[in-house]
């Protein structure tokens, strides 16, 4: 299971941190991600983590993607938000030898104002 946290109405420039707790599973043999989905938009990939990070080119420069294996937790630095962030981020999660995300948390909304 994932739970996503951290979600909130911010400015233009402003920061957000997002969480996402795991439970359940060995987390570290997990690929880790976010996704997002901006109103009257399909999902699109933010970001994920294993053995390195990948980002989405929009967010590159901006968002940072890290998770801390002792606590389970996955997180997503924010900063410098953008309007076009807007949406709804969701934490997705996949097993190492597992090609397709099959576990998806709840979803938090992010809200950036301009």
């Known amino acids: 299971q994932l739970q996503a946290s951290g979600g909130g109405l911010v400015q233009a420039g402003d920061s957000l941190r997002l969480s996402c707790a795991f439970s359940?599973?060995?987390?570290?043999?997990?690929?880790m991600a976010w996704f997002r989905q901006a109103p009257g938009k399909d999902r699109e990939f933010v970001a994920s983590?294993?053995?390195?990070?990948e980002y989405t080119d929009s967010v590159k420069g901006r968002f940072t993607l890290s998770r801390d294996n002792a606590k389970k937790t996955l997180y997503l630095q924010m900063n410098s938000l953008k309007p076009e962030d807007t949406g709804i981020y969701y934490c997705a999660a996949h097993h190492r030898a597992a090609d397709d995300y099959n576990i998806w948390g709840q979803g938090t909304l992010v809200t950036v104002s301009s």
């Open positions: 359940g599973q060995t987390f570290g043999n997990y690929v």
């Open positions: 983590i294993f053995w390195r990070t």
